[in-house]
Each structure stands twice: as C-alpha cells, then as structure tokens.
C-alpha cells in the first residue's frame, strides 16, 4: 500500500488542521493505521492509531482529548482531526499502516509502510 499525506501547514495557536492519508494500492479497512510525528530534535513519536476494524483507537496522552483519528472506507482515506493546537504540536506528521493488528501499535517499528510526511508548524 501506498501512503500520501495533506493538509499540513502554519496555524496559530488553537486553531485546528485536519491531515488526510489517501492510500493506494491496498484497501485501509484490512490495515490498522496510525499517525506518527517527528521533529529534528526527537525521534518519531506515536500520535494515534486506528484498529483494523475500526472500532478502536489509542492516543498518545499529549494529544488525548484534542486529536481524534478516522477514516472514510469510500475514500480509502484516513484522517487525523487536530483541534486546539500548541507550538508543541509542531513536527512533520506521518501516516502509517500494518497489516492486522499488534499490541506494540505505538512503535513505528511495528509498521512497514509510511507516508511521506506533511508539515505542521503551530506559532505562539
């Protein structure tokens, strides 16, 4: 499968952005998916994750109550609604998938097909 993100780009401080995943090359309701982000100074670190049924997902407790992670089967599409924005938020934001589910879902180890990154930058 192939991962595309959008949608990333410079907002202010509460304001939100929403992130898009388009995925070819293989249906996303077989994948579990998540959202990983990266900044120069930090290693990629979990963000969210959807299970392959879709009817459960985890968050990293920075952006629990804030960020909410879905999909759109139809549009093979993933999203990653994120509301209330902080300059800490700032980081290249990625989209990935694995096949079925594992419990070590907050590992980007655990996944092997990855988006190219969308930037989101969030000023104070």
């Given amino acids: ?3 595309v993100e959008s949608g990333g780009g410079l907002v202010q401080a509460g304001d939100s952005l929403r992130l898009s995943c388009a995925a070819t090359g293989g249906t996303i309701s077989t994948y579990s998916m998540g959202w990983f982000r990266q900044t120069p100074e930090n290693e990629r670190e979990f963000v969210a994750h959807l299970r392959w049924s879709g009817t459960t997902t985890h968050y990293a407790d920075s952006v629990k109550g804030r960020f909410t992670i879905s999909r759109d089967n139809a549009q093979n599409t993933v999203y990653l609604q994120m509301n209330s924005l902080k300059p800490e938020d700032t980081a290249v934001y990625y989209c990935a998938a694995m096949f079925g589910f594992r419990p070590s879902y907050d590992s ?5 097909f990855w988006g190219q990154g969308t930037q989101v930058t969030v000023s104070s």
């Fill in 1 to 3: 499968v192939q991962l």
């Fill in 108 to 112: 980007h180890g655990e996944y092997p």
